[in-house]
């Protein structure tokens, strides 16, 4: 996995929220086991039962006894609220460091995103 | 955690040479060890005292409750592939993997044959005139099919192309995920194996300079670059392990004393990345051997304090 981007089980959780709010894995659908997981990525199981039992505690996930784990119902709703929250800390902060860095004023930010809707 | 293996105070001397000096450590039980360190730096020589092949010279070493030199139950339930592991004469392949059976109370034969089959391993010629590659194959399987409670691989892919490398972690980690055991394996390949393993012990000139869990590791340390000023500025609070300079920048693998912010830093103008477990095994080695008081202040600080989760 890439080592460039948080502890391994974090990146483990990550990616299975994506796959939450992408529509990829519906709630009340079966997560991957941490086997499947270890395996794919090449990780540690403990490692992998590590980033879902993170799930778990977040109630992203919950665990049916003998079965697995599965996504719990609202989860997507969830997740979405939370990477909304994060979203001006991990997106625009750096680039308005950037902008600022080239002498973009937040005006012309303002600009080239409307017309980069425009564009659409 | 509980410990499979311990080895306390143990120092083991040849003649003039000290091989490990007062290393005190313990593996996890049913955990996958990294047992790290440059050539020299006692790697072969733990794992021959913990398999009960050499007595230390002083110190203690236990291993599953008992001292693994005396006690042949405990010797049945460690399984220890070594480097350059040398057979007799006659033995063929099949024949090396029979012994191997006779000797290990969980050996499985199912793995054992499925093994053979994909290392494409010939049953019948004579393991010594198999080439280098094949060899360690041979004892990669014993070591996965011993199925071993504690199973110690030194250096098990001598000769191996990627391909058989890989095909060694995929099935390492997926025996492992269904029957856990105890598993120290040492290695220079660092980055092929450091998603495999759950915590790292790093020897340096016989003694012990690093021993935490792998995700604590991969989290406690920065490669920076930026300006030299700032890095130095940097290098106030955090520890900096190695500094490269080009013109007026540096990049710098920063020891972190304490939580950072990463995205603090990146607005700072710093380009920050993740220090690979390599990059980080390699700069505290390296400034081990220069600098033997900064190794010596790098043992009394390796117990790093957790900083799991530290940088967002």
């Known amino acids: 996995m890439n080592e460039d981007a948080g502890p391994i089980f974090r990146q483990v959780a990550a990616q299975i929220e994506n796959a939450i709010v992408d529509g990829s894995l519906p709630e009340e659908s079966q997560a991957p086991s941490s086997n499947e997981l270890s395996a794919f990525h090449r990780i540690n199981p403990a490692t992998a039962a590590k980033g879902l039992n993170q799930l778990v505690t977040d109630g992203v996930l919950y665990k049916r006894r003998g079965v697995g784990m599965f996504v719990a119902t609202g989860a997507r709703e969830q997740l979405l609220k939370r990477r909304r929250s994060e979203f001006a800390d991990q997106y625009v902060r750096p680039l308005m460091a950037e902008a600022e860095k080239l002498g973009i004023s937040t005006r012309e930010l303002a600009t080239m995103i409307d017309r980069w809707e425009d564009e659409r | ?312």
């Open chain 2, 1 to 312: 955690m509980t410990a499979a293996a311990t080895v306390t105070d143990v120092t083991m001397r040849y003649r003039e040479h000290t091989a490990l000096d007062g290393v005190t450590t313990a593996f996890a039980t049913d955990a996958i060890t990294g047992l790290l360190g440059r050539n020299g730096a006692g790697k072969t020589t733990l794992m021959q005292l913990l398999t009960g092949h050499r007595v230390p010279t002083s110190g203690r070493v236990e291993v599953l409750g008992a001292d693994p030199h005396e006690d042949d139950a405990v010797l049945q339930r460690i399984c220890f592939v070594k480097e350059g592991q040398r057979y007799p004469d006659h033995f063929r392949v099949r024949d090396a993997l029979a012994a191997a059976a006779t000797l290990f109370p969980s050996w499985d034969e199912d793995l054992a044959r499925s093994l053979v089959a994909d290392f494409d391993l010939p049953a019948r010629r004579q393991v010594n005139k198999l080439s280098r590659g094949m060899v360690s194959a041979v004892g990669i399987t014993i070591g996965l099919a011993s199925r071993a409670p504690v199973t110690l691989f030194d250096e098990p892919y001598l000769g191996l192309d990627a391909v058989a490398r890989q095909l060694f972690y995929d099935r390492l980690i997926a025996d492992y995920a269904e029957e856990p055991r105890t598993v120290i394996l040492s290695t220079h390949l660092i980055e092929e194996i450091s998603g495999l393993l759950e915590h790292v012990v790093l020897l340096d000139a016989g003694r012990v300079l690093l021993d935490d869990d792998a995700e604590t590791l991969r989290t406690s340390a920065l490669t920076v670059t930026g300006p030299t000023d700032r890095i130095a500025a940097l290098g106030r609070q955090h520890e900096l392990l190695s500094e490269d300079r080009l013109g007026g920048s540096t990049r710098a693998v920063v020891r972190l004393r304490q939580p950072v912010d990463a995205a603090d830093l990146a607005a700072a103008g710093l380009a920050v990345e993740r220090t690979p477990l390599q990059q980080l095994v390699v700069a505290l080695s390296t400034r081990s051997a220069a600098s033997p008081a900064a190794a010596a202040a790098a043992r009394t600080a390796r117990r790093s304090a957790d900083y799991e989760g530290a940088i967002r």
